[in-house]
């Protein structure tokens, strides 16, 4: 027989404990949702490079892309081929690598393309998925005058297929029509097509664009910073180049590009539509220039293909230079980075500054 005092104590736990245990059941599948998924399997074993990347905190990172007068990546290049400058003085390369290192990119799609311009695009989306490997994952993100993330990363090629194939862009046109931003059908907010709409405010009144692309970048690297150093992390961009400035944007170019390289993040861009002819890549051009990234131009949907897959390449097969800064002023805020190539006629492509907030990552 139990005294009365465990019977007591075996009835108050059933009775206040079950309660916390089926609320707390209840959470859990609303906590997973919130959590990042994790990067896809690497490979069963690190390469010593990518290890060393890993664990030692103090290094620096460079992906270094090298191409030939004629554009094409030049492979083959040696350790001793390459020096590196930081505030103008020589490091030692501490880690050489040219091996392929897997991609965490998020996609960010312009969403206020002129109309023409959306349809090429859309078509050309899932080639994307197609240039991916098996260790590669991506965060599909849209933006116009506000940034708007997608469902996280996942290296599921056919989630992301999915994904991609209800990425519906909305095309407006940058005056008011006649009768104004409200008129027009609407079915709870969307349009009757089923695209999501775009705010009214993203409608450019006068020709004055209203598109924030350095929020969206700013967005962008906010999720990529969280991804393991060993992976390359890139935000490509398929844009018209169009940007708000600083009256719709709330962070600023300088700020926008201080967070990418602290976080070793490189943009890549596809420039679409016929804003090439307008000069409107400007923006586009000195993210890729400052982060190390590219950018190129497409004219059609074929062509918008076949740099997807170019990008992707080109941020795999980078090669990789890292090093532990010797003989220089810690106490700087940022430093000045160079890497040069002894063999002539070559072009280097990395980025050309860190902060030092970006080595503790």
């Known amino acids: 027989m139990k005294s009365p005092r465990k019977i007591l104590r075996i009835t108050t736990l059933f009775f206040f404990g079950a309660p916390a245990l089926w609320f707390a059941g209840l959470a859990l599948p ?11 399997p690497d490979l069963p074993r690190l390469s010593e490079a990518r290890a060393k990347i890993t664990v030692n905190a103090n290094l620096v990172v460079l992906p270094v892309s090298v191409k030939d007068g004629s554009g094409r990546l030049v492979a083959g290049l040696g350790r001793d081929e390459f020096r590196i400058f930081e505030d103008n003085v020589e490091q030692k390369i ?30 050309s989306l899932a080639t994307i998925v197609a240039s991916m490997s098996d260790l590669d994952e991506a965060f599909i993100c849209r933006f116009d005058q506000f940034f708007h993330p997608g469902k996280g990363f ?10 991609l194939k209800r990425t519906k862009l909305d095309s407006k046109s940058n005056v008011l029509s006649p009768g104004g931003p409200f008129n027009g059908p609407s079915i709870n907010g969307h349009a009757p097509d089923g695209s999501p709409s775009v705010p009214e405010s993203t409608i450019a009144i006068g020709n004055a664009p209203t598109k924030a692309l350095d929020d ?10 969280g991804r393991p150093r060993n992976r390359r992390k890139i935000i490509f961009i398929i844009s018209d180049g169009v940007n708000g400035g600083k009256k719709y944007n709330t962070n600023t170019y300088e700020n926008t590009v201080k967070e990418v390289l602290a976080h070793s993040i490189s943009v890549f861009s596809v420039g679409v539509g016929s804003a090439f002819y307008d000069r409107r890549f400007e923006r586009l051009s000195e993210y ?3 982060t190390g990234g590219d950018v190129y131009y497409a004219v059609s949907r074929d062509s918008m293909s076949d740099l997807y897959s170019r990008i992707t390449e080109e941020a795999r097969n980078e090669y ?12 700087k805020d940022y430093h000045d980075v160079e890497v040069r ?11 050309n500054r860190y902060y030092t907030g970006g080595v503790a990552q």
């Open 30 to 40: 609303h906590t997973a949702a919130l959590a990042q998924d994790p990067p896809p």
């Open 94 to 123: 501490d880690v050489f690598t040219e091996e392929a290192f897997p991609i965490s990119m998020v996609v960010l799609i312009d969403n206020d393309l002129k109309k023409a311009d959306s349809k090429a695009v859309e078509d």
């Open 154 to 163: 996942t290296s599921n090629q056919d989630t992301l297929l999915t994904e």
């Open 216 to 225: 969206a970048v700013f967005g962008a690297a906010e999720l990529l910073k």
């Open 288 to 290: 890729a220039h400052a």
């Open 320 to 331: 990789t230079l890292a090093y532990i800064p010797r003989e220089v002023n810690r106490a």
């Open 341 to 351: 190539v002894r063999r002539e006629g070559l072009t280097i492509l990395t980025r």
